[in-house]
């Protein structure tokens, strides 16, 4: 057990170090640009643009936060935060790397499981990415094809079809009710689209908690 | 120095930034294989999920890189590919970079070039928006897995179905979103979208009309996904297709994703 602690805890202190670290060079870049360019901003216009960017996303990266961070494991949180892409690729990853061990996201071999798949996710992708921009120009014409839009315009749905089973199939008494009101509220509110479903993924996961927890106690779960 | 997009400099900068990234996730890779060796965790099936991971990843990957592509025409090439290296998404640039401009009379659409001073402020705009997950998992995290661990060892049961609510609750929300255009069959003022585009090195908006059956363009990729990953699963209760257990997922996003090519020119 005290073992146990040991590497929860300095997977805490490594992953605090990691992202104060980044985040203090990401904001170093713009000082960089600045210095190297010899120019300030333009004041008047950064109050205006941050007034009405980072209000709106903070209070989103608060939700997601206090949302994904008991979903991700502990080292997957540090690293997700930091490369992004988490609804649509890092948390995937590392359900599907839990369903394929059998491992419980709470035990520390789903911790390890998990932050294995999402580190691997995030050296393929920036791998992938830097392969991308060095071959830009003869990549642009293959994947700006027309004919291959669609495919890359529903990898959401494409994603969620595969994972929705593999997922809803071994949960389904917890399933259904969250479902059928997700599916009621985006067809018939107008204003739900693909801007606010990741609103909607907390007010989702509290719905399922509360519905899963009258089934628990019932003993039907 | 005479700025430009496309700078020298801000490929070094940009790399050095995700150069680092690469380091941190290299460091965490290592840092659990060899928990996962002192826990006697199966280092075959470890492996099988390093490589389930990384095919998985190809597509969603690809997906990222037309995004820098389309960003790049007006932001260069360094900037789109550090913000989409790191936490970050088409559409959150897209807004973040349009917001930081309009104060300065351009826009992403425009055909007029970035100065430096512009440039700097979309950089600022677009870093500073969405530094919250970065400083608030140091913060809270630990509070929030130590949660989650004494629910664990004060009832199993439960913590598991929490965490699988969770996992639920997130699925759902996505399934319902596949969902989100399905209303263009029976409501005919739904059926449009709004595009900008560029007149005159301005940004007008324009609505298009689309038809009724296209809300369901996502709904039949995302069954046709689900049907191939049934497929996959009951393929693979046969010993010789066993190993079809790793690949289910990324086999039903891909064959999805192709499936959306001719549904999508028969439904639009």
Redesign the interface.
């Known amino acids: 057990m005290k ?1 146990n602690l040991s ?2 805890d ?3 202190r ?3 170090i ?6 203090i ?3 170093l ?2 000082v ?3 210095l ?7 004041w ?7 007034l ?3 209000p709106m ?2 209070a ?3 939700i ?4 994904f ?3 991700l ?3 997957g ?3 997700s ?5 988490i ?3 890092k ?3 590392a ?3 839990l369903e ?2 059998q491992v ?6 789903g911790e ?2 998990s ?16 392969l ?2 060095i071959l ?1 120009v003869p ?2 014409p293959i ?2 094809a027309p ?2 839009q ?20 071994k ?1 389904w008494k ?2 259904v009710a ?2 059928c ?3 009621i ?4 509110v ?1 204003a ?4 606010t ?1 990741g609103i ?10 509360a ?2 927890r009258i089934l ?1 106690k019932r003993g039907v ?1 | ?1 005479e ?1 430009s997009v496309n700078h020298p ?2 490929f070094l ?2 790399g ?3 150069a ?3 380091g ?6 290592i ?3 060899r ?2 060796k ?2 006697g ?1 199966d280092q075959v ?2 492996r ?3 490589g ?3 095919v ?11 995004s ?2 389309t960003l ?1 025409k007006k932001l260069g ?1 360094p900037l789109p ?2 913000r ?6 088409m ?2 640039e897209t ?2 970079a349009n ?6 009379g351009q826009s992403l659409g425009s055909a007029v070039g970035l100065n ?10 677009m ?12 913060v ?3 509070k ?2 130590s ?3 004494k ?2 060892n004060r009832d ?28 263009r069959l029976w409501d005919p003022s ?1 059926r449009f979208v709004t595009q900008t585009v560029i007149e005159n090195g301005a940004e007008v908006e324009q609505q298009v009309a689309v038809s009724a059956s296209s809300g369901m ?3 039949c ?6 049907v ?3 497929l996959c ?1 009951l393929l693979m209760r046969k010993p010789k297709l066993k190993w079809l ?2 690949y ?2 990324p086999i ?10 001719p ?3 028969w439904l639009s």
């Not at chain 2, 917001?99 to 300065?104: D, P, Q």
């Not at chain 2, 928006?129 to 140091?138: D, K």
Request: charged share 5%.
């Open positions: 073992k590497y929860m300095s997977v805490h490594d992953g605090r990691w992202n104060i670290g980044v985040m060079l990401l904001l870049f713009p960089a640009v600045a190297a360019f010899g120019v300030l901003p333009d008047n216009a950064l109050v205006i643009g941050l009405a960017t980072a996303y903070w989103v990266g608060a997601e936060t206090v949302t961070v008991p979903m494991g502990a080292g949180s540090y690293l935060f930091v490369t992004g892409n609804s649509n690729l948390l995937p990853c359900l599907n790397a394929q061990n419980s996201a709470n035990s520390e071999e390890v499981i932050t294995i798949a999402i580190a691997t996710s995030s050296i393929v992708t920036t791998l992938i990415i830097i991308g921009v830009i990549l642009t994947l700006s004919v291959l669609p495919a890359f315009e529903q990898i959401l749905p494409a994603l969620f079809g595969g994972l929705g089973v593999a997922f809803v199939s949960n917890i399933a969250p479902i009101l997700m599916l509220l985006f067809v018939f107008p739900l689209d693909a801007s479903v909607m993924v907390p007010v989702s996961a509290l719905f399922t908690i519905v899963a628990y779960l | 120095m700025f400099i801000l900068m940009a050095i930034l995700v680092v990234v690469l941190q996730s290299v460091f965490f890779l840092k659990a294989l928990r996962s002192e826990l965790m099936k470890i099988k999920t390093i389930t991971a990384a998985f990843t190809v597509a969603p990957a690809v997906a990222i890189v037309i820098i592509i790049s090439l590919w550090l989409l290296s790191v936490v970050g998404s559409s959150y807004v973040a917001n930081a401009l309009s104060g300065m430096a001073q512009q440039y700097l402020n979309v950089l600022i705009v870093t500073v928006s969405i530094m919250m997950g970065i400083w608030l998992v140091p809270i995290g630990k929030l897995q949660g989650m661990t629910l664990g199993a049961k439960w913590a598991d179905a929490f965490s699988n609510s969770l996992f639920i609750g997130m699925i759902a929300a996505f399934l319902g979103y596949v969902f989100c255009d399905v209303s739904t363009i996502p709904v990729t995302m069954a046709v996904s689900a191939v990953m049934i699963g257990s790793e289910a997922l039903s996003l891909i064959v999805g994703m192709a499936a959306a090519i549904l999508t020119a």
